[in-house]
């Protein structure tokens, strides 16, 4: 298996902030990295694919970088609706794994 | 538009077996490159990939559960069913179901059901 390892586990932020998550995957996995959005209660939405590509209809402040084995999503200009949690993907190998989660929370 | 919904019952007994069926609409599972996932979360918990049909019929589990799963499709009525045996309480979840993007080199989900939540209890 090829964990995948989140970090912070948990963000504090305002609204207007800019929030970076890393993702570290155990193997290399090229680019082969999605990012999901999950709020209470629904089922996780995806945001990035490829490790930099925007899904449709996902607003340009998110964006993703990296390659190998480190990854980062940012979310710049924090807004309300942004404050949720957020898992990464390697999505190069089976079993497909998940990181552990962030959840970004109001400051 | 693409569309997933989870069903199955909400209570399981120990050493049973749960039946979830996710039954889609808006794409066809004959089409190349598509497949269905079954995801899980336990409250409280990350999310756990379980296994994935794609539309060449090829099947791929989660080692950790394979011996308990068994994902199967049935493309003329838009369905894929997975069935868990012998569960244990350990198997409370919300249950998804997830289109799959699938290639050579990458998986990913970009449609999601609402999610199925069972319990298991005596």
């Known amino acids: 298996d090829i964990q995948v390892t989140q970090s912070p586990s948990f963000v504090s932020a305002s609204v207007g902030d800019t929030v970076t998550i890393t993702c570290r995957a155990a193997?290399?996995?090229?680019?082969?990295l999605a990012w999901y959005q999950q709020k209470p209660g629904r089922a996780p939405k995806l945001l990035i694919y490829?490790?930099?590509r925007l899904q449709s209809g996902v607003p340009s402040r998110f964006s993703g970088r990296g390659t190998g084995m480190d990854f980062t999503l940012t979310i710049s200009n924090l807004q309300p609706e942004d404050f949720a949690t957020y898992y990464c993907?390697?999505?190069?190998?089976?079993?497909?794994?998940f990181g552990g989660g962030t959840k970004v929370e109001i400051k | 538009q693409v569309t997933l919904r989870e069903s199955g019952p909400a209570l399981v007994k120990p050493t049973q077996t749960l039946t979830l069926t996710c039954t889609f609409s808006g794409f066809s599972l004959s089409t190349s490159g598509l497949g269905v996932s079954w995801i899980r979360q336990s409250p409280g918990k990350a999310l756990e990939w379980l296994a994935l049909?794609?539309?060449?019929?090829?099947?791929y589990y989660n080692p950790s559960l394979k011996p308990r799963l068994t994902i199967s499709k049935d493309t003329s009525k838009n369905q894929v069913v997975l069935t868990v045996t012998n569960v244990d309480p350990v198997d409370a979840a919300t249950y998804y179901c997830?289109?799959?993007?699938?290639?050579?080199?990458?998986?990913?989900?970009?449609?999601w059901g609402q999610g199925a939540l069972v319990t298991v209890s005596s």
């Open positions: 993907q390697q999505a190069n190998s089976f079993p497909l794994t």
């Open positions: 049909i794609d539309w060449d019929d090829d099947k």
């Open positions: 193997h290399g996995i090229s680019s082969w």
């Open positions: 997830a289109r799959t993007l699938s290639t050579v080199t990458t998986n990913w989900f970009d449609s």
């Open positions: 490829d490790a930099s």
